[in-house]
């Protein structure tokens, strides 16, 4: 019984010995104080700030707060002094030191606003000597900062809105303005201001675009003119809008794509022809169908504009539309719907299937590893998403009142072009849409990672992947712990 007792104190101590090494050798998460101002510089208390993205030090690339584990965005609100305490990681992972954070601000008398801020000034742990000695000489000589900047939040131009259908004394409730830079509006970006109209005070000053939309109980959607007018803080703008009953699309995929069509779904964005594109969030429309065995697919109640159209189904892709010259991201294809029903056809072009076959570091065959690769698209000339990735109807999102549930939908999607080892260490990713060059992916697992490519700065790999033929390479993945990103040096 002593032999039993002494054997469970000494693993009880080696794990508290274990546990006591992580909580010393783990930097702590830091806080970033956010202060929010207005234009005069007096603090804005009941500010809701929220974390989406962070970005690393010494420069890089964007990384969606979302993805991580160790450290949940959370939502803060200001308190009296203007001060949001906004918690974030330490590492964005492996060794990559947190640098700047990305924020939203959301105040009901105030435009909103997405800031970046730098948040963590000291040089990181793989600096020189030099670099990490000289920075507290510098934060006292005030060369360098010790505090993110102030978010500063301006006063809007007040609009208000209304709708009817056909007499303009008979105003509609539960309408939906759309307007230029806000594509979702929170919950409470539009206030009740008399029966039937909704006002807002949030508008940011220069050209906007707006538009209502409203869904009968019949499930019709009707939508207004688009209008713009400059906007100017503290002037209001009233618009009484007449609502017609949205535009039916109705689509095919062009002969080449044998029937029956297998897995299709076609995708769109439509702009308004009156309204600027090319800016961040313009006024658009968003909506997803699946195609039918036969090919066809029905838009059923679309805004008019011009409409930007991709589809996929087994073994086919849309083309680019043959006015862009792009060869590294794919181009939606154009057609206009202006005044009635439109019938459209898509030419489409053979996908790629690739077979990546995955290697441990002892050259036998990796299962269970996922190999994905992430194909581009861009929308309106101002973002680009995963092909076919992220889609929503904004008919079933408007009426809620609700944000999408990003997460569950990127969920519902993420295999869409990636696939599992087998006992062989083979991943097949068909459907592919094909570049004019290689395209990158990564490889998932457990215990064992992609070296970090010293040209990408990431553990990625590539590979031509063309349409037909044979698209096959191997990778050798090492012991997760050898190497660890880190800030450029």
Request: proline share 8%; hydrophobic share 40%; aromatic share 10%.
């Amino acid at each position: 019984m002593r032999r039993i007792f002494s054997v469970v104190f000494v693993v009880l101590a080696a794990i508290a010995g274990l546990v006591i090494y992580v909580v010393l050798t783990t930097p702590p998460n830091p806080v970033a104080l956010i202060r929010v101002t207005d234009a005069a510089g007096k603090p804005v208390a009941g500010a809701v700030v929220k974390p989406y993205a962070l970005r690393p030090k010494k420069g890089g690339g964007d990384y969606f707060w979302e993805e991580l584990i160790s450290v949940k965005p959370v939502a803060v609100t200001t308190d009296a002094a203007g001060i949001a305490r906004v918690v974030y990681p330490y590492y964005i992972y492996e060794r990559l030191e947190t640098g700047e954070i990305s924020v939203t601000v959301n105040h009901p008398d105030y435009c909103e606003g997405r800031f970046p801020r730098d948040v963590a000034f000291a040089p990181p742990a793989n600096a020189a000597f030099w670099e990490r000695m000289a920075y507290p000489l510098l934060v006292l000589a005030q060369r360098v900062p010790a505090r993110p900047k102030p978010i500063i939040l301006e006063r809007g131009a007040i609009l208000r809105v209304a709708a009817y259908l056909e007499a303009p004394g008979n105003l509609l409730t539960n309408i939906h303005p759309q307007v230029t830079g806000i594509g979702l509006p929170e919950k409470d970006f539009w206030q009740a201001a008399g029966e039937g109209w909704l006002m807002t005070r949030r508008i940011e000053q220069g050209t906007v675009a707006v538009r209502i939309a409203w869904f009968s109980e019949q499930g019709q959607s009707y939508f207004s003119d688009t209008v713009t007018f400059q906007a100017v803080t503290g002037q209001t703008n009233e618009f009484k809008l007449q609502l017609q009953p949205g535009l039916r699309l109705a689509g095919k995929l062009a002969a080449t794509v044998p029937r029956p069509v297998v897995h299709g779904r076609a995708q769109l964005h439509v702009f308004p022809t009156n309204a600027a594109s090319g800016q961040n969030d313009p006024l658009h429309w968003e909506s997803t169908r699946a195609i039918n065995a036969d090919g066809t697919f029905v838009f059923e109640s679309l805004p008019p504009g011009k409409v930007e159209v991709i589809a996929i189904c087994d073994g086919f892709v849309s083309v680019n539309d043959p006015a862009s010259t792009s060869k590294g991201i794919h181009v939606p294809q154009l057609f206009i719907l202006d005044t009635q029903a439109r019938e459209i056809e898509l030419a489409m072009e053979p996908t790629a299937t690739c077979e990546v076959k995955v290697l441990d570091d002892q050259g036998q065959p990796l299962e269970g590893a996922e190999v994905g690769f992430w194909p581009n698209v861009t929308w309106g000339g101002y973002s680009s998403t995963i092909f076919a990735h992220d889609s929503v109807n904004w008919e079933d999102v408007l009426p809620t009142g609700l944000r999408p549930d990003w997460n569950k939908i990127m969920n519902s999607t993420n295999r869409l072009f990636a696939a599992e080892t087998d006992d062989r260490g083979i991943a097949v990713i068909s459907n592919l849409p094909t570049l004019n060059g290689p395209q990158n992916f990564a490889v998932m697992h457990t215990d064992y990672e992609l070296a970090i490519d010293p040209n990408l700065g990431d553990r990625y790999a590539s590979m031509e992947a063309k349409a037909g033929g044979s698209n096959s390479t191997t990778v050798t993945l090492q012991k997760k712990g050898k190497q660890f990103m880190e800030p450029r040096k």
